[in-house]
């Protein structure tokens, strides 16, 4: 039992030497690692002012219940005619429906298209007082070397980075947001989405609706039975009362509970956060650092000593 006693207080000495040992490292060092940790610190401030402000602007919607006019009535009515017809039924977009779209390269490129986004996006190469790219690739158009700029998949990555979509199935909503160093561009490029967007659903439903309404006055000739051509007259007046919904676009695939807004805040970046995370990671590293170099100095005397 003594000799037990004897050792295990002999280990504990040889912790307590070395924990001295380990401080007495450190502490022979603590200028290095003032200085280390004073020179990131400096950086870092420089480096998070040097950061540019990103603001968000968001919007908030819903998808109308009745989004192509309350048919639900003549759909159920008529459904099985339709289907025999080989035609398609209007019906509502859903969320699901809603969200896939808002993330789609086509919804993206008609925004760029449709509102001229590409010196918006890339406003650093475009030059606004020529009106011209400064760089990309050179084409000559009568003679006049231009920059042709950045490619339209440029543009829809570009776009796809700064949008946010996210979809509460609870509340069947779907938040929809833009982030830009401009707070009002930020707003315009989330009005000019959400224009887009009902555009886009209103004239593929017009479209769907044309076609079957000529599908359906053609058959209207080739049937003599009267019940039949009842139920075709409801459906061609359906599709017109669909294409008479298109018209007015308001509120006809989902209403805006929130619109865009210009934001007064920015959301990035968190430079007091960048300025502590990188203080603190250069005190640790200082801390290391001492160490590494104190016991390569231990093992220097050792090896000297041995020699």
């Not at 590409?118 to 606004?128: N, T």
């Not at 009106?131 to 440029?154: F, L, Q, R, Y």
């Not at 000529?214 to 019940?227: F, G, V, W």
């Not at 061609?236 to 929130?258: G, P, R, Y």
Request: hydrophobic fraction near 40%; proline fraction near 3%.
């Amino acid at each position: 039992m003594n000799e037990l006693g004897l050792q295990s207080q002999g280990n504990q000495d040889e912790e307590q030497i070395d924990l001295w040992e380990l401080l007495n490292m450190v502490r022979k060092r603590a200028l290095m690692i003032v200085v280390l940790t004073a020179l990131v610190a400096a950086y870092s401030v420089y480096y998070a002012l040097s950061l540019t402000n990103i603001f968000q602007a968001t919007a908030l919607i819903q998808p109308t219940s009745g989004a192509q006019g309350g048919l639900s009535s003549l759909a159920s009515e008529f459904g099985g005619l339709a289907s025999m017809a080989g035609i398609s039924m209007p019906s509502s977009s859903g969320a699901s429906e809603i969200v896939v779209l808002l993330n789609s390269n086509i919804l993206k490129e008609k925004i760029i298209n449709d509102y001229s986004l590409m010196p918006i996006l890339f406003s650093g190469q475009w030059d606004e007082e020529r009106g011209e790219w400064n760089v990309g690739d050179v084409s000559e158009d009568d003679g006049v070397k231009k920059m042709s700029g950045p490619t339209m998949w440029a543009g829809i990555r570009k776009l796809g980075w700064m949008f946010s979509v996210r979809h509460d199935r609870q509340a069947d909503t779907i938040r929809v947001s833009v982030q830009y160093h401009d707070p009002e561009k930020a707003a315009e490029i989330l009005t000019y989405t959400l224009n887009t967007l009902t555009n886009h659903l209103a004239d593929s439903a017009k479209r769907v609706a044309d076609i079957n309404k000529k599908y359906l006055e053609k058959q209207i000739s080739r049937t003599s039975d009267p019940i039949i051509r009842q139920k075709i007259y409801g459906l061609i007046s359906q599709q017109v009362e669909t294409a008479m919904m298109t018209e007015v676009k308001e509120n006809f695939a989902f209403k805006v509970l929130d619109p865009p807004r210009i934001p007064d805040e920015r959301i990035s970046p968190q430079r007091s956060r960048i300025v502590l995370t990188f203080t603190f990671v250069a005190f640790i590293c200082g801390i290391l650092l001492a160490l590494a170099l104190g016991s390569l100095e231990k093992w220097k005397k050792e090896r000297d000593g041995i020699l």
